[in-house]
């Protein structure tokens, strides 16, 4: 769905490479929004000063001045400014930085459409639903942009037991964790959990645990006071505070650190949230559902997760099962988003043959239904319509199937072996596989956690660590 944007500035985007100048113009552009770019400091100010633009994305390495300087200057002409700040890989630190000094988010380079976009749009709801709080308009679910929910159609015995548990905790108050591989469609479940419950008409607020700095993830749960650390130049609500009156999901809820399950514990007993810098806490109507592509129990038994809060809330489980579990669930997955696709891209598609449906019925499916809308979606924008055949689906898709069918899986030549590791701490023997992992997909740390089954940002910040030891 494009956003119209006519009746407000564009977006300033400010970026000394140009082909990525013209990656992200294309990304933002096709989405419905109108783009300004500079592509250097100089520009980029005097753009600010001419279009005042609400919304910027700064790369924070430019030719001529240090982005953070460029963007405190920003902050002090227009302190309403929404600023997205973009860095290179290996330098979550100035990420943090920026964070810290008034950034709004932050992206780390490379990333993808879906980060770019969402970072934006997260913001721009965000902004909305703050100004029609201040109107006295309740923000709704209906008003935001939802994702979408062809994958979590499926007429398997597993969807059917998790529908029903749906229907039956929904409008409860309970604590809802649910678990599953990762691209399974937990966000999805929480969804359906928050419209089929009275607070439907309310907020359904997400937040990433393992997206967001440690060192950030309080202010952005439970909010902070203006002027209460270095760069909070307005008061921040928290998610906790935009979910009143509706739901608060916490996706992998693992990732978060120590000290704020403590506090999110306390949260959770007394229903009161208190800004860092606030000195009275606040009484909330929250529920809460949360998520995790890990183990819960076997976190708690690492010492990664508290006791006390797994049993606080793992009151309903659920669970998602993997794609390659669900059987003629990939069908119709894939019909639905086939026709979905097309109609987003004017084509016109009959269906799949049936060589197609044996085919995607026979893959294993690791990236679960975000990989099967992933591989339709390429299929409608590259075909022009008709049967879907084989021949249509991206290439090396099922180039191992028949070798995997045969002989189980075959282990790859670019990772460690069992022999070469014994010996090795078990530091460093993570650290060799973090390595050749990264090695064996071009050094993308989004496709190697997907791999390890890990958050990017725990990569990111093993990395960061790797790299203050070794200085």
Same mark, same amino acid.
């Given at each position: ?23 992200? +113009? ?68 100035? *990420? ?35 100004? *029609? ?208 696709? *097309? ?13 197609? %449906? ?11 239904? %975000? ?97 203050? +030891?070794?200085?």
């Amino acid at each position: 769905m494009k956003t119209p944007t006519t009746s407000r500035p564009p977006l300033l985007l400010i970026e000394d490479t140009s082909s990525l100048q013209m990656v992200y +113009r294309s990304i933002l552009s096709g989405a419905g929004f109108r783009v300004s770019v500079a592509g250097s400091a100089a520009e980029g100010l005097a753009q600010f000063q001419a279009l005042r633009p609400s919304v910027v994305l700064l790369d924070l390495v430019l030719p001529d001045r240090d982005g953070l300087q460029l963007m405190q200057e920003f902050l002090a002409m227009q302190p309403e400014t929404a600023i997205i700040a973009i860095t290179a890989n290996g330098s979550v630190n100035r *990420a943090v930085e920026a964070m810290r000094a008034g950034a709004h988010d932050f992206l780390v380079k490379p990333f993808d459409e879906n980060r770019l976009l969402g970072a934006v749009q997260n913001l721009l709801k965000e902004r909305g639903e703050r100004r *029609a709080e201040e109107s006295g308009i309740v923000p709704s679910v209906e008003s935001a942009t939802l994702p979408d929910t062809s994958g979590f159609i499926g007429s398997s015995e597993a969807m059917k037991r998790i529908h029903a548990t749906i229907a039956s905790v929904a409008r409860s108050m309970a604590t809802v964790f649910i678990t599953g591989e990762s691209g399974t469609g937990k966000e999805l479940c929480a969804l359906a959990v928050h419209a089929n419950s009275a607070r439907a008409s309310g907020p359904f607020i997400a937040l990433n645990c393992g997206a967001i700095p440690q060192d950030l993830l309080e202010s952005e749960v439970f909010g902070h006071m203006k002027g209460s650390f270095t760069g909070a130049i307005s008061d921040k609500p928290g998610a906790a505070a935009a979910a009143d009156g509706g739901t608060l999901f916490l996706d992998e809820i693992c990732e978060m650190a120590p000290a704020l399950q403590t506090k999110l514990l306390r949260f959770l007993q007394t229903s009161t949230v208190q800004p860092v810098g606030a000195t009275r806490p606040r009484k909330v109507n929250v529920r809460i559902v949360c998520a995790t592509n890990r183990d819960p129990l076997d976190a708690v038994r690492r010492g990664q997760f508290r006791e006390d809060l797994y049993y606080r809330l793992f009151v309903v489980p659920i669970h998602m099962p993997p794609l390659r579990e669900r059987g003629h669930d990939v069908i119709e997955i894939a019909e639905a988003a086939l026709q979905r696709f *097309a109609e987003e891209e004017g084509r016109r598609f009959h269906g799949l043959t049936p060589e197609t %449906r044996a085919l995607l019925l026979q893959l294993p499916w690791p990236g679960n239904v %975000r990989q099967l809308l992933n591989v339709i979606r390429n299929v409608v924008v590259l075909n022009r319509g008709g049967w879907v055949t084989p021949e249509m689906l991206p290439p090396g898709l099922a180039d191992d199937l028949p070798a995997r069918a045969t002989s189980g899986p075959q282990p790859d030549p670019d990772l460690p072996t069992t022999d070469s590791l014994v010996g090795l701490t078990l530091a460093e023997a993570e650290r060799l596989l973090i390595e050749a992992t990264l090695a064996r997909h071009g050094n993308s740390i989004p496709r190697a956690a997907r791999v390890l089954d890990v958050s990017p940002s725990t990569l990111y910040r093993k990395i960061e660590g790797w790299k203050a +030891r070794a200085s």
